[in-house]
């Protein structure tokens, strides 16, 4: 079980790359338009970012919402 | 199966900083399809998607049918039953073809992964206690 463990930590992936998390941290209540490795637009609306995003010739964009954790933990 | 990071989304108020466990999926409508980030929760009954990330594949919430209603942490809302093809794409696996949209300018800020669909697919197991966290999503067809 912990050999299991130690080779999934080998074997970490992340979903969105953390350089990416980090810029996205930097922009608290935006809406930005990315992908996995690299941020495309970052607005104030999401159908301004998806937008952005398909001019910028990304076809199926990653739209997020940064979350303001200074609001508080809940996701709502 | 590999073993997932936490995607870190800031610090909070006591500055401590703040992990969740988000996979990115996609959702397709209509031959349209957009990617969104979708936050694995074992507190959410059902999978609940945010309007605004349904809305540029043209869902107008109002005409979706009726749906169940639900409450949050931020209170009531009226959540109502969408179709479409949502996917983990990073493992090439579909999760549903129906879902709950919730109303605009209410629920949460990213799609919520619930119990009644997204659990009967994956085990999921939570390892917050590590620095930064990490979580791994097994799949029930391998685990039975």
């Given at each position: ?58 076809e ?17 | ?22 996979i990115?999926?996609?959702i ?40 169940p209603?639900?409450?949050?942490p ?48 994956y ?22």
């Open positions: 079980m912990v050999v299991e463990s130690r080779k999934r930590d080998e074997d970490l992936v992340h979903e969105i790359e953390p350089a990416v998390q980090e810029e996205l941290i930097k922009h608290p209540g935006k809406w930005v338009a990315l992908t996995r490795t690299q941020v495309i637009a970052i607005r104030e609306t999401p159908a301004d970012a998806y937008a952005a995003a398909r001019l910028a010739g990304i199926s964009p990653i739209l997020y919402h940064v979350p303001d954790p200074r609001l508080g933990y809940s996701y709502f | 199966m590999p073993r997932i990071s936490g995607t870190h989304v800031g610090t909070g108020p006591d500055g401590a900083e703040i992990y969740r466990p988000i990115v999926v996609s397709e409508i209509g031959g349209l399809l957009i990617r969104v980030p979708a936050i694995v929760d074992s507190g959410a009954d059902n999978t609940l998607v945010p309007e605004p990330f349904v809305a540029p594949l043209g869902v107008d919430f109002a005409r979706l049918p009726v749906g209603g639900g409450v949050g931020g209170g009531g809302l009226d959540a109502r039953p969408c179709q479409g093809t949502m996917r983990w794409e990073k493992e090439k696996s579909l999760l549903m073809t129906r879902f709950l949209v919730a109303e605009p300018g209410k629920g949460p800020e990213s799609v919520l992964l619930g119990r009644a669909d997204f659990f009967r697919l085990i999921p197991r939570f390892h917050w206690h590590k620095n930064p966290p990490v979580f791994d999503l097994d799949p029930v067809a391998r685990n039975g």
